[in-house]
């Protein structure tokens, strides 16, 4: 079985239109367009997993750079996901933003404890 990265999509593209695009060309296993959480929105990719290599191969050969609603497809072998690095999305960095330092700014040691106020 072999997973097929496909980009540049129409966001109005379906699954149904994707396996409909494919099928000519080996058979599908499975279709899944990648959405947005927040919106439900298409991310404008998608996922189709083929059975058979030599027929991903034909249908990446076929298909890649073939227009769908006015797009050109960009279409390869899905590569594993990885860790981009960084932080996470929406969070903070823990590192401070280079040069000057501040009031905080013990060198890499722990923060220093304020004594009382009494």
């Avoid at 379906?14 to 959480?37: K, M, N």
């Avoid at 439900?40 to 076929?62: L, N, Q």
């Amino acid at each position: 079985m072999k997973k097929l990265f496909v980009g540049n999509i129409p966001h109005s593209t379906t699954e149904a239109e994707l396996r409909t695009l494919f099928e000519p060309h080996g058979a599908i296993e499975q279709v899944s367009i990648v959405t947005d959480r927040d919106t439900g929105r298409s991310r404008g990719f998608a996922f189709v997993e083929m059975t058979d290599s030599a027929e991903a191969e034909k249908a990446i050969a076929a298909l890649n750079g073939k227009e769908l609603g006015g797009r050109a497809l960009n279409i390869n072998e899905a590569r594993p996901k990885t860790d981009r690095g960084g932080p996470p999305r929406g969070g903070r960095s823990s590192g401070g933003s280079g040069g000057g330092g501040g009031r905080d700014d013990y060198r890499g040691h722990a923060r220093q404890p304020r004594e009382p106020r009494w």
